[in-house]
């Protein structure tokens, strides 16, 4: 399996998008990175590696990722968790958990809950928590702000399922979608608004007949607090592409006064997604959230949802190196099992007859070496020594050394 299929940044991409980032990465962040010595190694590739060859190569569909949809073993109310959101523990240090207490405390003041109540409160008390807009701080990642309605939404599911509030979480909405009626559905899926009446009633939704493109408008000017989630219901891979996104300030990135937020990130005016469009990867339970929370009373929106075009394989084109090929092939590459065997067979069979020189080396110059009757004097036994045997050794071990 190629590394670009594995890296987590690109695992939600298709195969045609992961290939481009990987050719982005290797032709010009590396070189940023690694300076002028990998500029030198890329143009001395060819003259060390051989010509190149290009051969297709079938990629399989994007494989479903995970649910994105948080799982939870109850979707009942809580009321302990729920008035802990409540209490106001002043003597506590200020972090952002202590924070999320003083936000809640004011909501519930707001709401007419007396002091003495606050430790005894319940969900169904506290309802209309279940669609508020103001932010406080996300309790699985302190450094960012969600929607107040998430958080109550995850002590109280049943209190603002009950209620079809955006407070509701998707897990527990999800098995009562099919009581209700969807916003609009084609062939491939349906997008069902989960909020107040008269919050999903200011959407408005198109279907070409011919491409089945869903177009989504809000728009308004007279509104403060609106918020819903869209669910989308689709066992294919989708794409958002936008259209206009007017929420909160160009100078705001981090979309403190609004935001429509599409698999955990947030879209405002100030951060608008690259390209102007969104990959809604396949999911396992076909589900994906898109949640609009806004505080500005002039909001709009505009995108449509159509099928992402991700054919069922792709046909993409494979380098390789010529000597890559002489390494690596399956039957007839240097590091292939076939080969290794072979060359250990050979340099079995090579040892073997080096050894049987290398025996008849020793024999013959301890022969020259020891014969008592050696037809010459001393220093001819030595010539014939030097100049015969040792040499006929010294070739055998360096054969079998190359």
């Not at 309802?127 to 929607?147: G, H, K």
């Amino acid at each position: 399996e190629p590394w670009h299929e594995r890296a987590p940044m690109w695992m939600e991409l298709d195969p045609v998008q992961r290939v481009e980032k990987c050719k982005k990465l290797v032709q010009k962040t590396c070189p940023r990175i690694f300076g002028e010595k990998y500029t030198r190694r890329q143009l001395k590739v060819h003259g060390v590696c051989g010509d190149t060859s290009f051969t297709p190569k079938k990629v399989k569909q994007t494989p479903a990722l995970g649910s994105s949809i948080m799982s939870r073993s109850t979707c009942q109310d809580n009321d302990t968790l729920a008035a802990e959101l409540m209490q106001l523990t002043k003597t506590a240090p200020q972090t952002p958990s202590s924070m999320n207490r003083y936000l809640f405390y004011a909501a519930a003041k707001q709401l007419g809950v007396s002091d003495s109540d606050l430790e005894s409160v319940t969900c169904n008390e506290l309802a209309a928590l279940c669609s508020s807009t103001m932010n406080v701080v996300d309790p699985t990642d302190q450094s960012a702000f969600i929607a107040a309605s998430q958080v109550f939404g995850e002590a109280c599911p049943h209190t603002c399922c009950a209620s079809w509030e955006v407070g509701c979480p998707t897990r527990c909405a999800s098995p009562m979608l099919s009581n209700f009626s969807a916003s609009v559905a084609t062939s491939y899926g349906k997008v069902t608004c989960l909020g107040a009446i008269w919050d999903c009633n200011l959407l408005t939704t198109q279907v070409d007949t011919h491409t089945e493109v869903i177009q989504i408008d809000l728009s308004y000017d007279s509104f403060s607090g609106l918020a819903f989630t869209m669910l989308i219901e689709a066992k294919m891979s989708l794409r958002i592409q936008f259209l206009k996104l007017d929420v909160g300030s160009h100078d705001d990135p981090l979309c403190s006064r609004g935001y429509l937020e599409i698999g955990g990130v947030k879209y405002c005016s100030g951060k608008n997604p690259d390209g102007g469009y969104v990959i809604l990867p396949h999911r396992p339970d076909g589900l994906t959230e898109i949640r609009w929370i806004a505080q500005d009373k002039r909001c709009k929106f505009s995108f449509m949802l159509m099928d992402s075009g991700e054919p069922s394989e792709f046909s993409v084109s494979s380098v390789e190196f010529a000597t890559t090929k002489e390494y690596y092939d399956g039957i007839s590459g240097i590091k292939s099992p076939f080969y290794i065997v072979f060359f250990v067979v050979i340099l079995y069979l090579w040892t073997g007859y080096i050894t049987i020189e290398v025996k008849a080396a020793v024999a013959y110059g301890s022969f020259v070496l020891l014969w008592p009757q050696f037809p010459g004097s001393e220093a001819k036994r030595y010539c014939v020594l030097a100049l015969a045997a040792l040499p006929r050794l010294l070739l055998a071990v360096w054969v079998y050394g190359v």
